[in-house]
């Protein structure tokens, strides 16, 4: 009787062991599911990177969780997910070349290599740093879109200016085409641009940007479910 309960007793450590090797084995087998797609949004200080982390989750600046507002205020460098896609992540960045955030470190500072694809925010005319970060991004091959926020406001600008001749798709088209010429002067004809207002979510670009993103997403995990399935 005592061999037939030790037998049974080792049977039993058996098949607890063997369905802790299957389960491991599905853990293993979808952990490309789990894989996030980290989507740094990045630019100068005050071109509105918060304000587009808040748009695309459907926060205003007073919800609770929304990224903080104002002039240099991103310090701490934090990531917020999309609502329908948690694995979906906005890093908030610091604006680059500040007293706090020069160029000679920022880099570094950030973290450059942890991120999987990048944002580069733009407002008004190119400035310097945003040459110098499209130079570091082609320079490291990372992959980004060019953002240009804020086209709410130059139109309403332009129609103060121009109240008799202004017209909404003129000021839109000659945006786009003034920084397409910027982009190619600064060595960038390839990168993807969009035209949003981050307070108008349903207009110019922004709906088709959140599709492109989604589809990154796809893309990133598909190449995790390939890179898992060969190892």
């Known amino acids: 009787m005592e061999v037939e309960a030790e037998e049974i007793k080792a049977a039993a450590w058996y098949i607890r062991a063997a369905e802790a090797f299957r389960s491991m084995l599905?853990?293993?087998?979808?952990?490309?599911?789990?894989?996030?797609?980290?989507?740094?949004?990045?630019?100068?200080?005050?071109?509105?990177?918060?304000?587009?982390?808040?748009?695309?989750?459907?926060?205003?600046?007073?919800?609770?969780?929304?990224?903080e507002l104002g002039v240099e205020t991103t310090v701490d460098i934090e990531s917020y997910s999309h609502p329908y896609n948690?694995?979906?992540?906005?890093?908030?960045?610091?604006?680059?070349?500040?007293?706090r955030f020069p160029r000679q470190t920022y880099l570094d500072d950030i973290d450059v290599d942890r991120y999987d694809f990048f944002l580069l925010i733009t407002a008004g005319?190119?400035?310097?740093?945003d040459t110098?970060?499209?130079?570091?991004?082609?320079?490291r091959n990372k992959?980004?879109?060019?953002?240009?926020t804020k086209i709410g406001a130059d139109i309403s600008n332009n129609k103060k200016a121009h109240p008799r001749t202004h017209n909404k798709e003129t000021v839109?088209?000659?945006?786009r085409e003034s920084t397409e010429v910027q982009l190619r002067e600064n060595g960038c004809e390839n990168a993807t641009l969009f035209l949003i207002d981050s307070y108008?979510?349903?207009?110019?670009?922004?709906q088709e940007l959140e599709q492109q993103l989604s589809a990154l997403m796809l893309s990133h995990q598909s190449t995790a479910s390939r890179q898992h399935r060969s190892q």
């Open 172 to 175: 839109v088209r000659m945006i």
């Open 200 to 206: 108008k979510p349903h207009k110019f670009q922004f």
């Open 125 to 129: 005319r190119f400035t310097e740093n």
């Open 26 to 67: 599905t853990r293993k087998r979808d952990e490309w599911k789990s894989v996030p797609l980290n989507v740094a949004v990045m630019g100068n200080s005050g071109v509105g990177k918060s304000s587009f982390i808040n748009a695309i989750r459907r926060l205003d600046a007073d919800d609770e969780g929304a990224a």
């Open 143 to 148: 992959k980004y879109f060019f953002v240009r």
């Open 86 to 99: 948690p694995l979906l992540k906005f890093w908030d960045l610091p604006g680059v070349g500040t007293d």
């Open 132 to 139: 110098w970060l499209a130079d570091e991004l082609r320079k």
